[in-house]
Nanobody, 128 residues
Framework: QVQLVESGGGLVQAGGSLRLSCAAS????????MGWFRQAPDKEREFVAA????????RYSDSVKGRFTISRDNAKNTVYLQMNSLKPEDTAIYYC?????????????????????WGQGTQVTVSS
């Protein structure tokens, strides 16, 4: 079993920054690909960013590329999402997810069905 707990959400003005954290349980955290998704009211949950366990391959959605940075600290079993230059359209519940499957080296999972475990989410609200 894997348990994921997000933190770091809150209310911020447009142009501001937030750093989300996701603490994971499980002895093999370092072997999981980790992703961040978000869901705005009345919208589908969408991919934001992900990082592989091997070599740290990273993928971002086009909407956050250049503004958000995903990173992981395997020693702390934690993955981070640094969000800069926030916009009102970034307002959503942000979810951390773990993909415990094996993939070819270089493949970064970005689809919801690829992730086995999910956190409870943390609210991010960006005011204009």
């Amino acid at each position: 079993q894997v348990q994921l707990v997000e933190s770091g959400g809150g209310l911020v003005q447009a142009g501001g920054s937030l750093r989300l954290s996701c603490a994971a349980s499980g002895r093999t955290f370092s072997r999981y690909a980790m992703g961040w998704f978000r869901q705005a009211p009345d919208k589908e949950r969408e991919f934001v960013a992900a990082i592989t366990w091997s070599f740290g391959y990273i993928r971002y959605s086009d909407s956050v590329k250049g503004r958000f940075t995903i990173s992981r600290d395997n020693a702390k079993n934690t993955v981070y999402l640094q969000m800069n230059s926030l916009k009102p359209e970034d307002t959503a519940i942000y979810y951390c997810a773990a993909d415990t499957s094996s993939h070819n080296i270089g493949y970064v999972p970005r689809f919801r069905h690829e992730y086995d475990y999910w956190g409870q989410g943390t609210q991010v609200t960006v005011s204009s």
